[in-house]
């Protein structure tokens, strides 16, 4: 589909059928579009950006990858730039700004009209990925003394606030102190005041939250809209449902990158060495990790001169350990993520993980453990097997837990225990465990 729209749009531009263009692009969806200039030239991009209305370009603007939006947005001229800036809600506004080289940003905010230029600089204060940084300052709220039908009144008179779920209700000092869905409003009789009926159990985040307490909040409660207030409960501004279903795609896509030990902003690096330069830090820690399994290995030659067979289960006892220490890693992670597990659980998570990986470790211990029996005919060599299986799977859950936990104790995000930290940890440990055991018991095995 995204193909047959390439197609006609260049045949658009390759005639220099602009109005056959603006037509055929009136009636596309920006994320249709967006979806486009992945198959576009710099050029063409440009040249259709600058067709669309503001609004349009604007919307298109804010669905494409960061590298290039910025390309985009430093190509075109201030003054458009800036109408685009006015046309989409202050909050998208803020968002592609907010990437912009900081002298850029100021000259596109200098001619932009001083109202909407203030929303913007006011989200521009908060960090990117906190309430404040993704909410929409277009609210509707109203004091607790007016009634049902000058409520809905004034809600009629709101053409510029979208997707309105519920009215807030603020005292004089614009203090957030209840809320009324539109349901209820509109059933309520007409000279009800707003304190009679609303709901004063309101469920809100300061700006200062991050985004995916944010997130877990509206998937919590199953709201429509957050409310977000300052420090001194003032409202300032809401987060939509539809934004926090791009936190959730963000902060999931950031975690399965950091997994593999990159970002999401790979895929727009059209530079080589710019994406090994990402990647090759993770890839040396676990150049290193190897370095230092090879070392164990050495350092245990005698052992293996002595029994061979020991080097054929070596892959095995380093991967169950990787395998195991991987799932543990990535249910905390995620649990992490959701809220699902909190740091003030640790000891609970940890202990059920140890019993999980001690019944994984003993069952696949056994099985290995019978398997090296019948090939190798030795009982002592099954045993330091089975138990180094054992108790590799068990250090390696212990492991997978512990990391992320320590992670997120201290403020680095978790998801980048689930790559090449654990993998490599399980590996060393799982080496040491097995040669251990094996010089332990050396005299026994032939």
Not at 317 to 326: A, E, L, R
């Amino acid at each position: 589909m995204a193909e047959s729209r390439v197609d006609k749009l260049r045949e658009y531009l390759d005639r220099g059928d602009t109005s056959g263009l603006k037509e055929f692009l009136r009636k596309l969806h920006p994320v249709d579009i967006s979806e486009t200039f992945q198959y576009l030239e710099f050029e063409e991009r440009l040249s259709i950006i600058k067709l669309l209305d503001f609004e349009m370009a604007g919307s298109v603007l804010s669905e494409l990858d960061l590298g290039e939006s910025n390309e985009l947005l430093s190509s075109l001229e201030p003054q458009f730039l800036s109408d685009i800036m006015e046309a989409i809600p202050s909050n998208e506004a803020a968002d592609l700004l907010g990437e912009m080289p900081e002298e850029e940003a100021e000259k596109t905010l200098s001619l932009m009209e001083k109202e909407e230029a203030e929303d913007v600089e006011r989200l521009l204060k908060y960090p990117a990925e906190t309430a404040g940084g993704i909410m929409t300052p277009e609210f509707l709220s109203i004091g607790s003394e007016t009634t049902a039908d000058e409520a809905i009144a004034v809600l009629r008179s709101a053409k510029d606030i979208e997707m309105i779920s519920y009215v807030y209700v603020v005292n004089e000092g614009g203090h957030l102190t209840g809320v009324v869905s539109l349901r209820k409003l509109i059933v309520s009789e007409g000279k009800c005041r707003l304190k009679e009926i609303m709901d004063r159990n309101v469920i809100s985040a300061r700006t200062d939250v991050d985004q995916e307490e944010v997130a877990r909040l509206v998937r919590r409660y199953d709201l429509r809209t957050l409310p977000i207030v300052d420090e001194k409960g003032v409202l300032v501004g809401r987060v939509t449902v539809d934004d926090v279903m791009d936190v959730i795609e963000e902060e999931a896509t950031e975690d399965i990158y950091r997994m593999a030990g990159t970002d999401d902003e790979e895929l727009s690096r059209k530079s080589v060495l710019n994406v090994a330069r990402l990647r090759l830090p993770w890839l040396l820690t676990s150049l290193v990790g190897g370095m230092i399994s090879a070392a164990i290995m050495r350092s245990f030659n005698v052992t293996l001169e002595n029994v061979v067979a020991l080097v054929f289960f070596v892959p095995v006892i380093m991967g169950m350990g990787g395998n195991i220490g991987m799932q543990s890693s990535t249910i905390v992670v995620r649990g992490l993520a959701t809220g699902r597990i909190e740091l003030g659980h640790v000891w609970g998570v940890l202990f059920r993980e140890i019993r999980t990986g001690a019944l994984m470790g003993l069952i696949c211990g056994a099985v290995v453990g019978i398997v090296v029996r019948v090939l190798q005919g030795e009982v002592m060599l099954g045993f330091v097997v089975a138990a180094s299986m054992f108790a590799a799977i068990t250090v390696a859950a212990t492991i997978g837990v512990l990391m992320p936990m320590g992670l997120k104790t201290l403020k680095i995000d978790p998801a980048i225990a689930s790559g090449p930290f654990v993998t490599t940890a399980n590996d060393i440990t799982g080496l040491l465990i097995y040669f251990f055991l094996a010089t332990s018991f050396a005299t026994y095995l032939r």
